[in-house]
């Protein structure tokens, strides 16, 4: 077995070790179970986030598209009706009251 951190754990024993055991905690090479686990729950809770959010930008891009069709079938229906002979906006006088018919 070749040396670890200049070591060689097979004439050291259990000394050795437990020297290579607590180098490796102290790298980081070796970590704690529930570390391990707490990770891997934010790994997955933070999929699902963004999972969720994903489907609700893709609703949303549908239902924009939606109510930009129903805006198109507006501008249409809009830009067909006629116009005054003069090319003012306005059909009837500002100051015009309708009265009913006797």
Do not use: K
Request: hydrophobic content about 45%; charged content about 25%.
């Amino acid at each position: 077995m070749g040396e670890i951190f200049g070591i060689n754990p097979v004439q050291g024993g259990a000394a050795a070790l437990l020297c290579v055991a607590v180098l490796f905690v102290l790298t980081g090479r070796l970590v704690p179970r529930n570390y391990i686990e707490d990770a891997r729950a934010d790994r997955d809770y933070w999929r699902a986030a963004h999972s969720a959010e994903v489907s609700a930008r893709q609703a949303e891009r549908d239902l924009t598209n939606e109510l930009l069709e129903v805006a198109r079938t507006a501008d249409h229906v809009l830009a067909s009706l006629p116009r005054a002979a003069d090319g003012r906006e306005e059909v009837a006088p500002r100051n015009a009251v309708d009265h009913p018919s006797p």
